[in-house]
């Protein structure tokens, strides 16, 4: 209910001035006594309608001097608009309160005084305010969080189940923004004010820890708030309660990388843990737990400052064979969620690659290359077919294809293959004698690897032959591209002696989206490495055929470089899938399935211990066109390692692991000052178990208005005044 409220309302006890007005105009009255006369007669009706009009002006004065009095005295007593809010027990005033708890994980802050967090601290001031409403108010509660918004929907009168509601509210792992929250709570308010006409107040009130990431749409004024802004204007007031925390320190883990140092198909890594500090008060070291597959293995200290950021390496030697999962957990701080984090991964990296053959044994050279060895530990499952065979192939049942001197890349496959690698794979492309550019072109333009003016990211161009084998291009220069890294650290390798006496030119457009790994000494690019959604293409500018004959287009395929080229490769796309592959909680990832066991049942083990059943779902690939089967994850909310099992006839015939990590965004404790709040939400600065609210400077005050008027009666007073002297002295002078 809006209320007029004082700051010093014992000075309106000065109202009785307002007599004073009165008692002048009575006095000044003039009494007369009346006598008779006959030659007066003929003027008293002039004169009677004189007196009137001057006891109409007299009257409209003394009013004009009260009016400028009770200004006055208004404009000091202080007064200023709000809400006032009934006690308990009172009769209600048909107000409609929606409560807006913070509970994104910055929430989970503890205060180094009280033990509390934030949102503790949120829970007790909405349940006060809750307990203090009176008879026949309602209540919704909504929380800010991208998880869960709605707690209490449907507006409830039932104080002690909205109280308990909110006592049951936990932090959500994940952020949230303001902005839809209050486009929510909006709808709902204007939904129930139809339903109830009674409502015919609604009041908003916001209990916050004040963190920025939560605000920055409102500090913003983001074009797109607008609308709800307005709809709460006119449906009733905003109020915010201050729950911040005054922590101690919090230490995040932000990242969580894996590299191989020997190699994909090696059993040995390195972990790199990096650590931000955002605040500390102590000059304490900071421990680092590690633990594989939810085994501890060791624990390290480092020192870091405030604002600092420091990187731990952790290796892994000697790994069984198969997937694992790394966890590492830094000392407990102020802010427990950001302390942990996991990542999964595979030692060595399991593949399966098909080699397709344009030409007699244009892939041997390729499969050499990734299993250099035949046995059954070897990581690598190669699986070679020709042209006419890849037509029939399903394509998700592999990590990479090799196309290798194919003459015709068809649109149906060319389809195919980029849904293939936007999908996570890697497709590695080598030219031919017989090779159509043209529909390769095609390919590229399709992928849509990058353009300048119009141009896809790579065009094959002409291919460039030299008249003998004794001029063949040598001298391959490596780039900076981390595929390259072991020939730059080794630059007696033998990869620059490389001879080619053939190649296809390639024109790179120069935005970067497709990367030169390799090149000639001419400067033609040899190996481009183009990242294509999820997956890569690695293009080659000269074919890999091992042989002896005169039309050969290079030795890269029998060269010893070769094998480490491939290996390189593979390193590179194994460590940025793994990044891939481990996502943040609440994207809720879509996994394709392979249909070569049939209809397939997935289960997921979540960290909590809960397992969830997921059916297959059918779709259409947008880029190839084609229908394929995939799963998708509903409730990856929770950070942590989630085990993957996929069932064909009550039998287990794949497991993977999924691991979902908090999205570090509101660790800083980066809060903002009531001060730089729009104008139009009034502040409430703490919640109190009286019936009124406590408003900051932003309240409406209206002692400034109120003097402005009183000043505006004082000079049409003065003007009233000033304009009756003027004619009585006029009406002297012609007497």
């Given at each position: 209910m809006f209320a007029l409220l004082f700051e010093s309302p014992e000075r309106l006890w000065w109202s009785f001035a307002l007599l004073i007005p009165l008692f002048v105009h009575l006095l000044r009255r003039r009494r007369f006594k009346s006598q008779p006369w006959g030659a007066m007669q003929f003027v008293l009706q002039a004169v009677q309608q004189e007196s009137q009009k001057a006891k109409l002006q007299n009257l409209l004065l003394m009013m004009l001097r009260v009016a400028v009095l009770a200004m006055f005295l208004f404009a000091v007593s202080a007064p200023s608009t709000g809400v006032l809010r009934p006690n308990m027990g009172?009769?209600?005033?048909?107000?409609?309160?929606?409560?807006?708890?913070?509970?994104?994980?910055?929430?989970?802050?503890?205060?180094?005084?009280?033990?509390?967090?934030?949102?503790?601290e949120a829970k007790q001031k909405a349940s006060e305010y809750v307990r203090s409403l009176p008879d026949g108010d309602v209540v919704s509660v909504l929380t800010i969080g991208d998880f869960q918004?709605?707690?209490?929907?449907?507006?409830?009168?039932?104080?002690?189940?909205?109280?308990?509601?909110?006592?049951?509210?936990?932090?959500?792992?994940?952020?949230?923004?303001?902005?839809?929250?209050?486009?929510?709570?909006?709808?709902?308010?204007?939904?129930?004010?139809?339903?109830?006409?009674?409502?015919?107040?609604?009041?908003?009130?916001?209990?916050?820890?004040?963190?920025?990431?939560?605000?920055?749409?409102?500090?913003?004024?983001?074009?797109?708030?607008?609308?709800?802004?307005?709809?709460?204007?006119?449906?009733g007031q905003l109020s915010v309660v201050d729950c911040r925390v005054d922590p101690v320190a919090n230490i995040a883990i932000k990242e969580l990388t894996i590299k191989y140092p020997q190699g994909a198909f090696a059993s040995e890594v390195i972990v790199f843990a990096e650590l931000d500090c955002y605040y500390k008060n102590t000059n304490s070291k900071v421990g680092i737990s590690w633990f594989l597959d939810n085994e501890f293995i060791v624990r390290d200290e480092v020192v870091i400052g405030p604002g600092e950021t420091t990187t731990i390496e952790m290796p892994l030697n000697n790994l069984s064979s198969g997937s694992h999962q790394i966890e590492a957990r830094l000392d407990e701080d102020s802010l427990l969620i950001d302390n942990c984090r996991w990542l999964a991964f595979d030692t060595p990296a399991r593949v399966r690659v098909l080699c397709v053959d344009g030409a007699k044994n244009a892939s041997v050279a390729v499969s050499l290359a990734f299993a250099p060895r035949n046995s059954p530990d070897w990581p690598v499952y190669v699986h070679t077919i020709n042209e006419v065979e890849f037509e029939q192939q399903h394509l998700e049942e592999f990590d990479v294809i090799a196309l290798c001197e194919l003459e015709v890349l068809s649109d149906f496959n060319a389809r195919r293959l980029l849904g293939f690698v936007k999908q996570g794979g890697t497709l590695l492309i080598t030219p031919g004698n017989s090779t159509d550019q043209s529909s390769y072109n095609r390919f590229y333009a399709s992928i849509s690897l990058g353009s300048v003016a119009n141009r896809p990211g790579i065009r094959w161009g002409k291919v460039v032959g030299n008249p003998s084998l004794d001029l063949a291009q040598s001298g391959v220069r490596v780039t900076n591209h981390p595929i390259a890294g072991l020939f730059r650290r080794n630059p007696k390798s033998g990869i620059g002696a490389l001879p080619v006496y053939k190649y296809v030119?390639?024109?790179?457009?120069?935005?970067?989206?497709?990367e030169i790994v390799l090149e000639l000494s001419n400067g033609a690019p040899l190996l481009m490495c183009s990242a294509v959604g999820k997956g890569y293409v690695l293009t080659l500018g000269t074919a890999v055929a091992i042989g002896q004959e005169e039309d050969r287009w290079s030795d890269l395929g029998a060269w010893p470089s070769f094998l480490p080229l491939i290996h390189e490769a593979m390193k590179y796309v194994v460590e940025q899938g793994v990044q891939i592959s481990n996502i943040n909680v609440g994207v809720f990832p879509e996994r394709r399935v392979p249909m070569q066991y049939g209809p397939v049942s997935i289960a997921v083990q979540g960290?909590?211990?809960?397992t969830h059943e997921y059916a297959m779902e059918f779709s259409r690939d947008s880029d190839s066109d084609e229908v394929y089967a995939y799963w998708w994850h509903t409730e990856f909310k929770t950070p942590g390692v989630y085990y993957v099992n996929q069932h064909s006839d009550d039998q287990v015939i794949d497991t993977?692991?999924?691991?979902?990590?908090?999205?570090?965004?509101?660790?800083?404790?980066?809060?903002?000052?009531?001060?730089?709040?729009?104008?139009?939400?009034?502040?409430r600065v703490d919640t109190r178990s009286e019936g009124s609210l406590e408003f900051s400077s932003n309240s409406r005050g209206l002692s400034r208005e109120l003097l402005m008027v009183t000043l505006i009666l004082m000079v049409l007073e003065t003007i009233s005044v000033t304009y009756r002297r003027r004619k009585y002295r006029q009406r002297r002078g012609h007497a």
């Open positions: 009172e009769k209600s005033n048909g107000t409609h309160h929606i409560l807006i708890i913070d509970s994104t994980y910055s929430s989970g802050t503890i205060d180094g005084k009280t033990g509390l967090t934030a949102l503790e918004n709605w707690v209490i929907e449907v507006p409830g009168d039932d104080f002690q189940q909205v109280a308990t509601a909110i006592n049951e509210i936990q932090p959500q792992p994940i952020g949230g923004k303001l902005g839809r929250v209050f486009e929510l709570g909006a709808e709902l308010a204007a939904k129930s004010r139809e339903q109830d006409p009674k409502l015919f107040f609604t009041q908003f009130v916001v209990f916050s820890d004040m963190e920025r990431d939560v605000w920055d749409e409102i500090l913003l004024q983001d074009s797109l708030l607008q609308s709800s802004m307005e709809k709460i204007r006119e449906l030119e390639l024109d790179v457009a120069s935005d970067r989206t497709s960290p909590d211990g809960q993977s692991l999924v691991v979902g990590n908090l999205a570090v965004t509101e660790s800083a404790h980066d809060l903002i000052e009531f001060s730089t709040l729009p104008p139009f939400s009034n502040v």
